[in-house]
């Protein structure tokens, strides 16, 4: 969205959060909310950084790969972008166990949500890779450059700038999934906003808070992938410029 | 040098060479002309490996290109054989392929530094001296956007020549360009062909550089070589009635 | 032995009959969203600054917060205001409105793409605003975003899961209630998983082929 936009929201979005915080008895229910948005955050770290990994190893193996990893990579694309995120993280959680592998809630949350966002990460990749022209595969032919170094000194490089939008879009869509871990018991934002309704019956305010402070930290990711693609575009804006 | 031995490329039943024979003596200059569709620039290409030859065999100092020796007989070639034979090859391509992430400096030492294995230093100064003769000294530090299109096709012809080719290969390098950037471009392969001891094959639409700077001229036509021979004879008495078709056209044109 | 093929088949109907609300959540939450989403393009290029302006703010906080928290907010906040619904509505309903926000920015892509020749044929014409968008820029506007819109039926319908946590009787809440029941999650879920990925490798596939369609009658 237009930085403009993003601007007015977030000072919309500010503004709204002051009003409601403003209420008497705020104290009742903002703590538990804060440390709810600390897990939150934590996951969506933990997510992040597995979800890239998964991505990036995915996709090259399934262009690159032998037939068998290519497979491979392309099962575990299918099956989790095929099924629901939330049935993922229930499999990881109610039926692991009893196949013999027990996992803490919260490695099946990052597994499950690292995972399901790493498949759609494979085809950024992918995309991002694809993109790149063929005359740029050609001049590394032409310089006797082998597959691998091209692929990460000369294409890589440059799909990345490419991917990071998309990327920043996969970021918000995981941010968005990790209220789902509130129903295997992890006490996440949204489980502490239900705890805290159940507790307070201050639905509309911890509710409409709740919003804000998801909107808040997209927000940030937002802004945070804009500075990340100005880094990464530097040399080549500085360019365009003149 | 380069030795093309009834070689054959067709785009399903399109045959773009058809049976082809050519061969280039060691720091001949050769330039190909022809219309567009007769095949120019595929020659090119199988040389550089981009396309793949569906008949015959190329050879490069007397090595068979996209073909390696086993038990006597010839086989198609592997990575490790095609990157040995092409390490003699360089070649600059009508849209420059410059890597726009890098400076003008990176793209001339990226290959030699990764691919010839040069310690950093060495390859700096190998692509200085290039970028300088040239007459792009001042630009080392510049991004590829910054620059002219024939900065830009300077630069890649210092990046192609840093991995010290026996052999280049020019693609239509100036035809990219704005008419009043051929010149600087055009100068810059005349003294690398005067300073270093390398055999070309050049694909061009300059015919006046051509008649100047070839050693021998070929006309293709429909994939096929029609008419070759040294570059006043093309130019000024060709026999055949195609070339002489093609040189009144474009003559006119230009 | 890791799976029980007879537990397996004695849930298997039991699914197939909660499947049934799945399907109807992701039928009807996706009409809401075709014509909301609509609704959201329109009035985002809307010349009024403050209509534009106020529908992006909406679009993109409904986008960059959590479906789960908009589904308790309808279940739970509304009440508070007197209008109560029962849990599939408020669920369907957040479903809806969540996708149509992904659908506006669909269409909105779709409008964009019609040449300015268009418009100024129309105007040329002496057709009104409202005539040149009905007939003229929409019909143009539709068929080649359908795939795009696919795409997000298919993301919707993966999201239906969501409804078990205001305890609607779709396919993971029934599946998790036949686990809790038997000590046994393993086939239930696994069934439920099995279901989602076979409709969205068909979707997928018959989405492929109407982009292709797509693209030859673009050429023609």
Redesign the interface.
């Known amino acids: 969205m237009p930085l403009k936009s993003i601007v007015v929201t977030a000072i919309i979005a500010f503004a709204a959060g002051l009003v409601f915080a403003s209420f008497a008895g705020y104290e009742l229910f903002i703590p538990g909310l804060l440390e709810g948005t600390w897990i939150t955050i934590k996951i969506t770290l933990g997510g992040a950084l597995l979800a890239v990994v998964a991505a990036f190893i995915a996709a090259l193996a399934k262009m690159y790969g032998p037939a068998p990893i290519r497979w491979l990579a392309t099962c575990y694309i299918e099956v989790f972008r095929g099924t629901s995120a939330l049935v993922q993280l229930f499999w990881l959680f109610f039926v692991l166990p009893q196949l013999g592998v027990t996992l803490s809630p919260m490695m099946s949350a990052i597994l499950a949500l690292g995972l399901n966002i790493g498949a759609y990460g494979a085809e950024v990749v992918r995309g991002g890779i694809n993109g790149v022209s063929r005359d740029q595969w050609e001049a590394t032919i032409a310089l006797n450059m082998s597959r691998p170094l091209a692929l990460r000194r000369i294409i890589l490089p440059q799909a990345f700038i490419a991917m990071i939008p998309p990327w920043g879009n996969l970021f918000i869509e995981l941010l968005k999934s990790t209220s789902l871990v509130s129903l295997i018991t992890i006490s996440d934002l949204t489980f502490r906003a239900q705890q805290m309704n159940q507790a307070t019956f201050r639905t509309l305010e911890i509710f409409t808070l709740v919003l804000l402070i998801y909107l808040g930290i997209s927000l940030l990711i937002t802004f945070g992938m804009r500075a990340l693609e100005r880094i990464a575009t530097g040399g080549i804006v500085r360019g365009r410029a003149s | 040098m380069v030795r093309f031995s009834g070689v054959t490329k067709r785009y399903g039943d399109l045959t773009v060479l058809d049976n082809l024979d050519l061969d280039v003596a060691p720091q001949e200059k050769v330039a190909i002309i022809g219309p567009s569709g007769s095949g120019k620039t595929t020659v090119l290409r199988m040389l550089?490996?981009?396309e793949r030859i569906d008949d015959g065999v190329i050879y490069v100092d007397g090595r068979p290109l996209t073909h390696m020796e086993s038990n006597g007989g010839l086989v198609r070639a592997n990575?490790k054989y095609l990157?040995s034979v092409?390490?003699d090859?360089?070649?600059v391509?009508q849209?420059f392929?410059?890597?726009?992430?890098m400076?003008v400096l990176r793209n001339c030492t990226?290959?030699p530094i990764?691919?010839l294995g040069l310690p950093k230093a060495q390859a700096e100064e190998r692509a200085v001296e290039l970028l300088e003769l040239v007459g792009l000294g001042d630009k080392l530090g510049?991004?590829?956007?910054?620059l002219s299109g024939g900065q830009k096709q300077r630069v890649a012809i210092a990046?192609?020549l840093a991995?010290r080719p026996k052999v280049m290969l020019f693609d239509e390098v100036t035809s990219a360009l704005d008419p009043e950037l051929v010149g600087e471009v055009l100068n810059a392969i005349r003294m690398l062909g005067k300073q270093f001891q390398l055999t070309m094959l050049m694909v061009t639409h300059q015919m006046g550089f051509a008649k100047e700077f070839a050693d021998r001229v070929c006309f293709f036509y429909e994939g096929k070589i029609h008419e070759e021979g040294p570059p006043e004879q093309i130019f000024n008495a060709p026999e055949r009635e195609r070339t002489q078709q093609f040189l009144s056209a474009v003559l006119e044109a230009g | 032995m890791f799976w029980d093929w007879e537990y397996a088949f004695e849930v298997l109907p039991v699914l197939a009959g909660a499947s049934i609300i799945t399907i109807q959540a992701t039928v009807l939450g996706f009409i809401l969203a075709l014509v909301l989403g609509l609704i959201f393009a329109i009035m985002r290029m809307s010349r009024n600054r403050a209509i534009s302006g106020a529908t992006t703010a909406v679009v993109e906080f409904i986008r960059s917060t959590p479906l789960l928290i908009q589904i308790f907010f309808i279940y739970f906040v509304l009440p508070e205001f007197g209008i109560v619904l029962d849990a599939f509505l408020a669920g369907t309903l957040a479903l809806g409105i969540h996708y149509a926000t992904y659908c506006s920015e669909v269409y909105r892509a779709g409008i964009e793409a019609i040449p300015r020749g268009q418009w100024e044929a129309a105007t040329a014409l002496n057709l009104s605003p409202t005539t040149t968008f009905r007939d003229i820029i929409i019909p143009q506007a539709i068929p080649p975003v359908v795939p795009a819109l696919g795409n997000y039926l298919v993301a919707l319908f993966k999201e239906t899961p969501l409804l078990s946590a205001i305890a609607v009787l779709e396919l993971m809440q029934t599946a998790k209630i036949l686990g809790s029941q038997n000590f046994r999650y393993i086939e239930p879920i696994t069934l439920v998983g099995g279901f989602f990925l076979i409709f969205s490798l068909i979707a997928s596939a018959a989405n492929r082929y109407a982009e292709r369609r797509l693209s030859t009658i673009g050429k023609r």
């Open positions: 550089m490996t981009l990575e990157r092409r390490g090859i360089g070649m391509f849209h392929n410059l890597f726009p992430h400076t990226e290959a990764n691919v510049e991004y590829p956007q910054r990046r192609a991995m």
